[in-house]
């Protein structure tokens, strides 16, 4: 069974921090880029970031760049998402996911629509 669990989501306030995890079952993810994407009520899913399998390349919408930090850990099967500095128009559930295509592992320019495996996802509500 192919599984992803994440977590760290909650309440913070605008230009606070949380640090999203997402960690794998069933499969390890040291083969495949991955791809943090984000929904929130009304809005088109939306690629957040993407790391390559050995975490040589990194690739940040324009959204969040400069205020989010994509990380992996091949070791302990995770992969965590730091945001900081908040906003309002960050408020969504986040969801981690494999890179799918003809690359499962570079962050081709695809990335941002070209994902599966995701779980469940964890709600980040941003609001004072």
């Known amino acids: 069974q192919v599984q992803f669990v994440e977590s760290g989501g909650g309440l913070v306030q605008p230009g606070g921090s949380l640090r999203l995890s997402c960690a794998a079952s069933?499969?390890?993810?040291?083969?495949?880029?991955i791809v943090w994407f984000r929904q929130a009520p009304g809005k088109e899913r939306e690629g957040v970031s993407c790391?390559?399998?050995?975490?040589?390349?990194?690739v940040y919408a324009d959204s969040v760049k400069g205020r989010f930090t994509i990380s992996r850990d091949n070791a302990k099967n995770t992969v965590a998402l730091q945001m900081n500095s908040l906003k309002p128009e960050d408020t969504a559930v986040y969801y981690c996911?494999?890179?799918?295509?003809?690359?499962?592992?570079?962050?081709?320019?695809?990335?941002?629509?070209?994902?599966?495996?995701w779980g469940q996802g964890t709600q980040v509500t941003v609001s004072s």
């Open positions: 996911a494999t890179k799918a295509g003809l690359s499962l592992a570079s962050c081709t320019n695809n990335w941002y629509r070209a994902y599966n495996n």
């Open positions: 069933g499969f390890t993810l040291d083969r495949y880029a």
């Open positions: 790391i390559s399998s050995s975490a040589a390349y990194t």
